[in-house]
């Protein structure tokens, strides 16, 4: 059974929608191995900072129905499809990785490009799965996040209002 990693992200009422959504991840996927919360500068936009964190789950399903759920959670929680790219949002689920798969099926990326892009996408992963290895570049996700540019970093782990348990 693989086991893949959301990529998790809310600015708007993230005491709410986070704790809430992975109660819904884990009424589907079972346990769930949570990173510490990530407390980050908005990107691309002027926006309230958003709270991120990654989820590994293991599942039987396809990546595409995996998917599925992950938009029927954000939807749940109020996300709307006409969202903007870069914008605030309710609640933003991606399937990151999923086992060994490398995908590019329309919106379906695996692995995802932000992994290697983003702070606040390596360093959560790298802080649950360090030993794991990008499916195309074979290098640990504790490698790349050591040789990420740290220069203009505005992220920091942070100690959220609700369990990281569920």
């Known amino acids: 059974m693989p086991t893949g990693y959301i990529s998790i992200g809310s600015n708007i009422d993230q005491d709410l929608h986070i704790p809430n959504s992975l109660k819904a991840l884990q009424q589907h996927f079972g346990k769930l191995t949570l990173s510490s919360v990530y407390e980050s500068a908005a990107v691309g936009f002027e926006g309230d900072p958003f709270y991120n964190l990654i989820v590994g789950f293991e599942s039987d399903l396809t990546a595409k129905a995996v998917a599925q759920i992950f938009r029927d959670i954000e939807l749940a929680h109020g996300r709307t499809r006409n969202s903007q790219k870069f914008s605030a949002r309710t609640l933003d689920l991606d399937l990151i990785l999923y086992g060994d798969l490398v995908l590019s099926d329309g919106r379906l990326q695996i692995p995802r490009d932000e992994i290697e892009h983003y ?38 782990r942070i100690t959220p209002n609700w369990p990281l348990t569920v």
């Open 119 to 156: 702070a606040f996408v390596l360093e959560p992963l790298a802080e649950i799965a360090p030993r794991l290895k990008h499916p195309i570049k074979h290098l640990d996700y504790a490698t790349l996040w050591q040789a990420f540019d740290k220069t203009n970093l505005q992220q920091q």
